[in-house]
């Protein structure tokens, strides 16, 4: 009998850990990976759930709820200060604790990973077990992955910790080493469509290919600010290839630079499903995330060399490591255009 009913796809990862239950023989700690949405820190969840009881407390620790949005967004208004004097953690189960990405940066602290060493202390209130899930923490700054680091060397007994990362390779490889590793894959069409059906959402098609095997991603996606950051990114590409002026793409620069309170990550994050579209339509493949843009994607795949696309993605990846400094925003988008231009310029 499955032990996790309500969890769908990645039936190896699933039957790993139904295998580690029935056998009890648990790790102390298991490393989920895989892509944003595909349900490693809901997989995490069940399993705690399944060991600790009391699903129904746990699953209030989801950061996807609204109330916890809520209180990330409240935070990110914080101080640092007031910030590290009381760091983020989410504990409605006395035997479950998340701790995850806090503040403007969305990064896991030294102050949260003290914290978690200090609850480590204490044994479980009920039952044989303590679960720690520390979600994304690929986002682990490098004091907090070194005082992590500590704690997986000599874990009590009790403890189980549950890491969740995009790319493990972004971890420190002694705290790899120190884990069992899981990974999770996208989920089939099909699986997809099984779950837009349950959840009864809407625009379940469009979703579907945006979230390219996520399902957390096809259930949460704000469609109408995607199509905003979609506009401005495909002009910033367009611009980048040389095939509009570099003036239609200020018209988007300035209004990104207005919206203040606006991140840059999730445009880039747009960023990079654009790139990949024209990558596949390179190589003659149709699984887009945006098949509604097919036709301007193509004129870029046709005009642009892989070198180019390379580098695309390159500075893409450079401007994700600066996001933890104070950049600002157009400036370095802009200076990005140009030195693409430059690069499809040359080309010609």
Same mark, same amino acid.
Request: proline share 6%; aromatic share 6%.
């Given at each position: 009998?499955?032990?996790?009913?309500?969890?769908?796809?990645?039936?190896?990862?699933?039957?790993?850990?139904?295998?580690?239950?029935?056998? @009890?023989?648990?790790?102390?700690?298991?490393?989920?990976?895989?892509?944003?949405?595909?349900?490693? #820190?809901?997989?995490?969840?069940?399993?705690?759930?399944?060991?600790l009881?009391?699903?129904?407390?746990?699953?209030?620790?989801?950061?996807?709820? %609204?109330?916890?949005i809520?209180m990330?967004?409240?935070?990110?208004?914080?101080?640092?200060?007031?910030?590290?004097?009381?760091?983020?953690?989410?504990?409605?189960? %006395?035997?479950?604790?998340?701790?995850? !990405?806090d503040? %403007?940066?969305?990064?896991?602290?030294?102050?949260?990973?003290?914290?978690?060493?200090?609850?480590?202390?204490?044994?479980?209130?009920?039952?044989?077990?303590?679960v720690? +899930? =520390?979600?994304?923490?690929?986002?682990?700054?490098?004091?907090? /992955?070194?005082?992590?680091?500590?704690i +997986?060397?000599e874990?009590?007994?009790?403890? =189980?910790?549950m890491?969740?990362? @995009?790319?493990?390779?972004?971890?420190?490889?002694? =705290?790899? *080493?120190? *884990?069992? !590793?899981?990974?999770?894959?996208? +989920?089939?069409?099909?699986?997809?469509?099984?779950?837009?059906e349950?959840?009864?959402l809407?625009?379940?098609?469009?979703?579907?290919?945006l979230?390219?095997?996520?399902?957390?991603?096809?259930?949460?996606?704000?469609?109408?600010?995607?199509?905003?950051?979609?506009?401005?990114?495909?002009?910033?590409?367009?611009?980048?290839?040389?095939?509009s !002026?570099?003036?239609?793409?200020?018209?988007?620069?300035?209004? &990104?630079?207005?919206?203040?309170?606006?991140?840059?990550? !999730?445009?880039?994050?747009?960023?990079?499903?654009?790139?990949?579209?024209?990558?596949?339509?390179? @190589?003659?493949?149709?699984?887009?995330?945006?098949?509604?843009?097919?036709?301007?994607?193509?004129?870029?795949?046709?005009?642009?060399?892989f070198?180019?696309?390379?580098? /695309?993605?390159?500075?893409?990846?450079?401007l =994700?490591?600066?996001?933890?400094?104070? &950049?600002?925003?157009?400036?370095?988008?802009?200076?990005?255009?140009?030195?693409?231009?430059?690069?499809?310029? #040359?080309?010609?």
């Amino acid at each position: 009998m499955c032990v996790f009913p309500d969890f769908m796809g990645n039936k190896a990862a699933v039957e790993t850990l139904e295998q580690m239950i029935l056998g @009890e023989r648990v790790p102390q700690t298991i490393l989920l990976d895989g892509p944003e949405g595909v349900g490693k #820190a809901t997989l995490a969840r069940r399993f705690a759930a399944r060991l600790l009881g009391g699903a129904g407390k746990i699953e209030r620790d989801d950061l996807s709820l %609204p109330h916890n949005i809520e209180m990330l967004a409240d935070r990110e208004k914080l101080p640092s200060e007031k910030r590290n004097d009381d760091p983020f953690l989410l504990a409605t189960h %006395p035997d479950f604790v998340t701790f995850a !990405p806090d503040g %403007p940066l969305r990064q896991i602290s030294i102050h949260q990973m003290r914290m978690l060493k200090e609850r480590a202390q204490f044994g479980p209130l009920q039952g044989r077990h303590r679960v720690f +899930l =520390i979600d994304s923490v690929d986002r682990a700054n490098e004091q907090a /992955a070194n005082s992590l680091l500590k704690i +997986l060397e000599e874990p009590p007994a009790y403890l =189980i910790v549950m890491l969740t990362a @995009e790319n493990p390779y972004d971890l420190l490889p002694t =705290i790899r *080493s120190r *884990s069992v !590793p899981l990974r999770l894959a996208p +989920l089939s069409r099909g699986e997809m469509e099984a779950f837009a059906e349950a959840k009864g959402l809407k625009d379940a098609q469009r979703r579907i290919a945006l979230a390219a095997g996520s399902p957390g991603l096809a259930a949460t996606v704000d469609l109408e600010a995607y199509d905003r950051r979609r506009q401005a990114m495909l002009a910033f590409l367009e611009a980048s290839a040389g095939q509009s !002026p570099f003036s239609l793409w200020t018209q988007f620069s300035e209004k &990104i630079a207005l919206a203040r309170s606006e991140k840059l990550e !999730p445009y880039l994050k747009v960023l990079y499903y654009l790139l990949q579209d024209v990558v596949h339509l390179r @190589e003659g493949m149709d699984d887009l995330r945006n098949p509604d843009l097919a036709k301007p994607l193509s004129k870029l795949a046709s005009a642009v060399s892989f070198p180019w696309l390379r580098a /695309a993605l390159r500075k893409t990846d450079e401007l =994700i490591e600066l996001l933890r400094r104070n &950049i600002q925003k157009n400036i370095a988008l802009d200076a990005m255009v140009l030195e693409l231009r430059d690069m499809a310029d #040359a080309k010609q």
